[in-house]
């Protein structure tokens, strides 16, 4: 009998520990079904392992482009500057439309739709009429000097890009009585790094500052799924950005520009929103920055040091492209983007095989017979999955591991997450992901358009 009692009760125990463990991956889960043009479905996920949490995501529709913009922000030396960047950047892409993809005659301040967004940083604040004149004089001056620009998506996401994190290091400056705006140069002295998906119709581009990464997941021919990088980290793992930085600056500072792996011996990401730091004259910090217990970096002898122009790259998306994962470099410690893609494939898979299969209006026979190999495939490979949504799974999958099965992942789960956020940065940072999954029958029927 006493036996049976402690059975029991370790059976009671190990279902609330998986409970908790479930509840808490789930807390910040979300998913919206999108379903207009190439977009199908979003799942996006966040664990903190910081507190406050430094990461932020959004995601939003330009009206005048029919544009969508998902991003992840991973915030460093505080949250202000990527929960700023994460709702103000986007007015700026929308700002910045080419004449040629226009098909609305929006207001500036009027030509996002919001689609989520972990911060509430797009609802008005003590910002908001700032940030509505400085995006009012920005569109001016971008139609104004149309001609100047090469016309091509790249170049106006990096003139945002840059226009963006100019204003928002204009605030911290001090004002025409000497008074700082001790919010403002907070949000400047703190710094993100942003992975951000511009899609409209099949036109995919991808503009990165940091260490976050953006992952495409393609479909073979045979059913397998390959990963595809649509951004390079700028760290001093990357060549071509150790020579960027070192060539802009004399030789002078061959020693000091860079060292132990970090800008000036202290920032990691060699490109990012923010820090200015790294970017204001020395005489400039000690008036706006010393006073509120930022210092200098040594060594800062020829500012600025770090950019804010993104690396972008452009890809046309096919039928064969299923979905892009997003996600901030506290999830790529843990998988590399095999391993995600294979996971959002499976997940994929064994969610499909649970429900009734309905061809929707204007699916040809082809398409049909296509759709339903795909799920042979999944009855045969995979089980439901314990998450519906697809970032949780892989959240789950990144700290609880891929291999032992449910047990062993569960304890791992239930060993990490009961550290709290705070005391968590010491093993993990925190991760944040984006799915978003694509719609085949459009990327399949849509006739070509311009880039």
């Given at each position: ?13 190990n ?6 463990a ?14 207009d043009?190439a977009?199908?479905r979003?799942?996006?996920c966040?664990?903190a ?6 990461d ?6 330009c ?5 969508f ?11 202000q ?8 950047l ?6 910045s ?5 226009e ?14 967004s ?6 008005p ?14 569109h ?13 998506v790249?170049?106006a ?11 928002l290091?204009?605030n911290?400056l ?7 705006d ?17 899609i ?6 991808v ?9 495409l ?6 059913g ?9 980290a700028?760290?001093?793992?990357n ?5 960027r ?11 000091t ?17 923010g ?17 509120l217990g930022h210092?200098?970096p040594?060594h800062?002898?020829?500012p ?13 998306l096919t039928p ?13 410690e843990?998988?590399?983007?095999d ?7 499976d997940?994929t ?10 061809p929707k209006?204007g ?8 759709q339903l190999k795909?799920?042979a ?5 995979t ?6 949504n697809?970032?949780?799974?892989i959240?789950?999958h990144?700290?609880?591991g ?6 062993k ?5 239930i ?6 956020p ?8 925190d991760i ?7 719609n085949?029958?459009f990327?399949?029927?849509?006739e070509e358009?311009?880039e």
């Amino acid at each position: 009998m006493l036996k049976r009692r402690v059975f029991h009760e370790f059976r009671r125990h190990n279902r609330s520990s998986r409970w908790n463990a479930d509840a808490h991956l789930r807390a910040h889960e979300r998913s919206a079904n999108v379903e207009d043009d190439a977009i199908m479905r979003v799942d996006t996920c966040q664990l903190a392992a910081n507190n406050p949490i430094e990461d932020f995501y959004s995601a939003a529709k330009c009206l005048s482009s029919r544009a969508f913009l998902f991003g992840v922000f991973d915030g460093h030396g505080g949250q202000q500057c990527s929960r700023h960047i994460s709702t103000n950047l986007y007015p700026y892409l929308c700002a910045s439309v080419l004449k040629k993809h226009e098909i609305g005659n929006y207001p500036p301040d009027q030509r996002l739709e919001w689609l989520f967004s972990s911060s509430d940083g797009h609802l008005p604040n003590a910002f908001k009429s700032r940030e509505t004149r400085n995006i009012s004089e920005y569109h001016k001056e971008f139609k104004k000097n149309a001609n100047a620009y090469t016309g091509t998506v790249r170049e106006a996401l990096k003139l945002a890009f840059e226009t963006c994190d100019r204003d928002l290091g204009d605030n911290a400056l001090p004002n025409a009585k000497g008074v700082i705006d001790r919010h403002a140069a907070m949000v400047a002295a703190s710094g993100s790094c942003c992975t951000l998906a511009h899609i409209r119709s099949r036109h995919l581009h991808v503009a990165n500052l940091g260490d976050a990464a953006a992952v495409l997941g393609v479909v073979n021919p045979n059913g397998s799924v390959t990963a595809r990088q649509l951004s390079r980290a700028h760290c001093v793992d990357n060549a071509d950005e150790v020579h960027r930085i070192r060539i802009a600056h004399p030789a002078s500072e061959s020693q000091t520009v860079l060292r132990g792996g970090r800008l000036l011996g202290e920032l990691f990401p060699l490109r990012a929103f923010g820090d200015v730091r790294y970017k204001w004259p020395l005489d400039l910090q000690k008036v706006v920055l010393e006073p509120l217990g930022h210092p200098p970096p040594q060594h800062l002898y020829t500012p600025p040091y770090l950019s804010t122009s993104p690396e972008v790259f452009y890809h046309k998306l096919t039928p064969n492209d299923r979905f892009l994962v997003l996600a901030t470099d506290g999830l790529w410690e843990w998988l590399d983007p095999d391993t995600v893609v294979r996971l959002v494939h499976d997940h994929t898979l064994g969610t499909i095989t649970q429900q009734p299969y309905v061809p929707k209006s204007g699916t040809t026979l082809r398409q049909v017979r296509e759709q339903l190999k795909e799920r042979a495939k999944g009855e045969q490979r995979t089980k439901k999955p314990i998450d519906e949504n697809c970032a949780t799974h892989i959240i789950r999958h990144a700290l609880g591991g891929v291999s032992g099965g449910a047990t062993k992942q569960y304890e791992r789960l239930i060993d990490i997450l009961q550290v709290p956020p705070g005391r968590a940065r010491n093993y993990r940072d925190d991760i944040t992901v984006i799915v978003i999954h694509f719609n085949e029958t459009f990327l399949d029927g849509h006739e070509e358009d311009e880039e």
